[in-house]
T-cell receptor
């Protein structure tokens, strides 16, 4: 596709349930980011992949959060034993080159809205 | 990364220029200024970035003061579709991977 695609767009989970959120970045983009956006707040960084390597996971809030990008393309963000405070929009972004090579733009998907009941 | 300060909200009449300010008084010499916007229910969208010179593209102009302690994003002819939250972000080119969005400025363009 032409842009970053995320699925599902909406997910309702019961507390304690595991969820998986998928991101299809723009084809050929080296860098992939996950952000979390709570209601009324700006996006907050979770983790970064360069190809299949997870180079930064400093923003993951707990060990219940896990992300992977095994073949350097599609990425999955998994949240285990969901809690109400996990309710947020999860945004995926990709860019053509690694951050250090040029101050390039990020292309964001529309996000996956997770509601934990 | 340097901290930025933006007004919480602004209004602009349709067809007029929207001037969105951003203070970044602690900016260092190798930090870039980026602007993104987020329309309701969408992901953020890149607008423009600059280091020290003024920049213009098809979406907006970025004016950076000579001392680089503040900047202004200019939408020359605002439309209703420009209603969005605008984020000013300052970061070092090779500083890592996270963009700190902050809370941004909520711009309302009115008919």
């Amino acid at each position: 596709g032409a842009g970053v695609s995320q699925s599902p767009r909406y997910k309702v989970a019961k507390r304690g349930q595991d969820v998986a959120l998928r991101c299809d970045p723009i084809s050929g983009h080296v860098s992939l980011f996950w952000y979390q956006q709570a209601l009324g707040q700006g996006p907050e960084f979770l983790t970064y992949f360069q190809n299949e390597a997870q180079l930064d996971k400093s923003g993951l809030p707990s060990d219940r959060f896990f992300a992977e990008r095994p073949e350097g393309s599609v990425s999955t963000l998994k949240i285990q034993r969901t809690q109400q405070e996990d309710s947020a929009v999860y945004l995926c972004a990709s860019s053509r080159s690694p951050p250090g090579e040029r101050p390039g733009e990020l292309f964001f998907g529309e996000g996956s809205r997770l509601t934990v009941l | 990364d340097a901290k930025t300060t933006q007004p919480t909200s602004m209004d602009c009449a349709e067809g007029r220029a929207a001037n969105l300010p951003c203070n970044h008084s602690t900016i260092s010499g190798n930090e870039y200024v980026y602007w993104y916007r987020q329309i309701h229910s969408q992901g953020p969208q890149y607008i423009i970035h600059g280091l020290k010179n003024n920049e213009t593209n098809e979406m907006a102009s970025l004016i950076i003061t000579e001392d680089r302690k503040s900047s202004t994003l200019i939408l020359p002819h605002a439309t209703l579709r420009d209603t969005a939250v605008y984020y000013c972000i300052v970061r070092v080119r090779n500083s890592g991977y996270a963009l700190n969005f902050g809370k941004g400025t909520s711009l309302l363009v009115t008919p």
